[in-house]
C-alpha cells in the first residue's frame, strides 16, 4: 500500500511535503472543477509547492477508498426510506457518459457513474448493485431511453416504472418545433416577397417620375433647337457647320436626354415583369404559409391536451386519455400521426396513472428534474471529467463526489439548513464531506 504523507517518497527530495489541510484542499478544488493542471499552477503560485497531476490522482484514489466505505455505511442507514428513485444520464462528449441516481424529495445521490454504451448489460451493471442496496424502492422514474423498459423491470421487478414528464414533452416540443420553424421559413419567404413587391413599385413609381422628367426636358431641347433653327433660317437636316457651337450643344443634350430615356425604359420593362413575377409567385407563398399555419396551431393545441393528459388529476385522467386517443385517431395530421405513435411507444408515460396507486407525489414531480439539477450544479467537475477518461482514476473521484453532495448543505433555497443525508434523519458526525473524508484531521 502506498503512502501519500510525503510526495517525496514517490517523487525524490525535491518535492516538499504535502499536509493533511493542502491535501483536503486538493481534493476540494478537484471536486470544485478544478482541472488537474489549474491545481497544480495554482499551489506552484500561491503555497510555492511543486506537484504533479498523479500525485493528484493517487491521493484522489486513496481517499475514494475511504468515501466507498462511508458511501455504503451511510447507504445502510437510510435505505428502509429510499422508496422513489430517479436516474438520468450526462453526455460529455462521445466517450463521457455518466448515469445519476437520486431519491426524490431528499436529493441523496444513490449513484454516479460512467457507463459505455445505452446497452442494456452495461446499464444494469450500475443499476444492479444499487437494487441490492436498496430493496425498498418501489418507483423509478427515468427518462425516455428505451433500454429502460425492459432493464428497470429485469431489476426492480416490484417497482413501478414512471417515464419523465419533461423529457416527454421536450421529446413531443422538437416535433412541434420543426413545424413551427417550416412556418416562420414560409412566413419569411412571403414577407420577401411582398417587401420585394412594394419595392419594386416604390422603385417603378420613382423610374416614372424621372422619365416624365426627362421626356419634359427632351421636349424642351427639342423646341428651343427648332426656335434656333428658325430664327437662323437653318433647316432641320442640313448638315452642321463645325462653327455652329449652339447647334452642336443642342444636339448633344437632345442625345443624352434620347438615350437615358431609351436606357430608362428597359429598366422599366424589367421592373414590371419582376412585378408580374412577384404578384404571380405571393398567392401561392400565402397559401403555403397558411397551410403551415393551421398545422402549427393544430399541433399547439395538440401538445396542449397531451400535457394536459400527463398532469391530469387521478380522477378524470381516463377520460381525457380516451379523448386524446379519439382525437389523434380523427387527425390525419402528420404531428397528430406522431402523437399517436409515441403515446404507444411510451407506455410508461401513464404507469401511476393507470396503476391506481398514489405515490404522495405531485405532478410537478413527475419528472427527472432533481438529477438534471445535480448535474448542472457539478457542470464545472463534468467538464473537465473527459480528461482523466480511460485512465485508472476515472472510477474514484465519483465515490468523492457523491460523499461531497450528499453531505454539503445547499446555499441558498428553502433547505439551505439541511444536508441530503440530514433530509433522511441522518445525523453524520462530521461537519462536511472533508472532515470525513479525513477522519476529522485538518493538519
Not at 418507483?139 to 416490484?158: A, G, M, N, Q, S
Request: proline share 3%; net charge positive; glycine share 4%.
Amino acid at each position: 500500500m502506498f503512502s501519500l504523507r510525503s510526495p517525496n517518497r514517490i517523487y525524490g527530495r525535491k518535492f516538499k511535503k504535502i499536509s493533511l489541510k493542502k491535501q483536503r484542499i486538493i481534493i476540494d478544488l478537484r471536486i470544485k472543477g478544478l482541472s488537474l493542471n489549474d491545481i497544480v499552477d495554482h499551489f506552484r503560485v500561491a503555497y510555492g509547492i511543486k506537484i504533479t497531476a498523479y500525485y493528484i490522482k493517487r491521493l484522489i484514489k486513496k481517499y475514494s477508498i475511504r468515501a466507498k466505505s462511508l458511501n455504503r455505511y451511510y447507504d445502510s442507514l437510510v435505505s428502509e426510506k429510499l422508496d422513489i428513485v430517479e436516474f438520468d444520464e450526462v453526455y460529455q462528449g462521445r466517450q463521457g457518459k455518466v448515469l445519476g441516481g437520486v431519491h426524490k424529495g431528499s436529493l441523496y445521490l444513490i449513484t454516479m457513474d460512467r457507463f459505455h454504451t445505452k446497452g442494456i448489460e452495461d446499464l444494469k451493471q450500475i443499476l444492479k448493485p444499487i437494487a441490492e442496496r436498496f430493496p425498498d424502492i418501489n418507483i423509478v422514474f427515468t427518462d425516455l431511453l428505451p433500454t429502460y423498459k425492459k432493464l428497470i423491470e429485469e431489476v426492480f421487478p416490484e417497482a413501478l416504472h414512471q417515464n419523465c414528464y419533461v423529457h416527454a414533452i421536450r421529446e413531443v416540443k422538437k416535433r412541434a418545433f420543426t413545424i413551427n420553424l417550416a412556418a416562420k421559413k414560409a412566413y419569411k419567404a412571403l414577407r420577401k416577397l411582398q417587401i420585394n413587391l412594394e419595392k419594386q413599385c416604390d422603385k417603378l413609381r420613382k423610374k416614372r417620375r424621372k422619365l416624365k422628367r426627362w421626356e419634359r426636358q427632351l421636349m424642351d431641347q427639342e423646341s428651343r433647337r427648332g426656335t434656333y433653327l428658325k430664327l437662323n433660317n437653318i433647316k432641320p437636316g442640313s448638315r452642321i457647320n463645325p462653327s455652329d457651337k449652339t447647334r452642336i450643344q443642342f444636339n448633344k443634350k437632345i442625345n443624352i436626354l434620347r438615350a437615358k430615356i431609351r436606357s430608362l425604359n428597359r429598366t422599366l420593362s424589367n421592373i414590371e415583369d419582376s412585378i408580374i413575377k412577384y404578384t404571380h409567385d405571393i398567392p401561392g407563398a400565402e397559401a403555403k404559409y397558411k397551410k403551415y399555419l393551421v398545422k402549427r396551431l393544430q399541433a399547439g393545441r395538440l401538445l396542449k391536451k397531451f400535457k394536459d393528459v400527463l398532469y391530469a388529476p387521478p380522477n378524470v385522467f381516463n377520460k381525457k386519455y380516451e379523448r386524446l386517443l379519439g382525437l389523434l385517431k380523427r387527425k390525419r395530421s402528420a404531428f397528430a400521426k406522431y402523437m399517436r405513435k409515441f403515446m404507444k411507444n411510451n407506455p410508461k408515460l401513464f404507469t401511476l396513472h393507470q396503476s391506481g396507486s398514489d405515490p404522495g407525489l405531485s405532478a410537478n414531480y413527475m419528472n427527472t428534474n432533481s438529477i438534471e439539477s445535480i448535474f448542472g450544479r457539478k457542470r464545472a467537475f463534468l467538464d473537465k471529467y473527459r480528461t482523466i477518461l480511460g485512465s485508472e482514476f476515472q472510477e474514484s473521484i465519483f465515490e468523492i463526489l457523491r460523499l461531497h453532495h450528499n453531505l454539503s448543505r445547499p446555499y441558498t433555497g428553502p433547505r439551505k439548513d439541511t444536508s441530503p443525508l440530514e433530509r433522511l434523519g441522518v445525523q453524520s458526525k462530521y461537519n462536511n464531506y472533508l472532515d470525513a473524508l479525513f477522519g476529522g484531521l485538518a493538519s
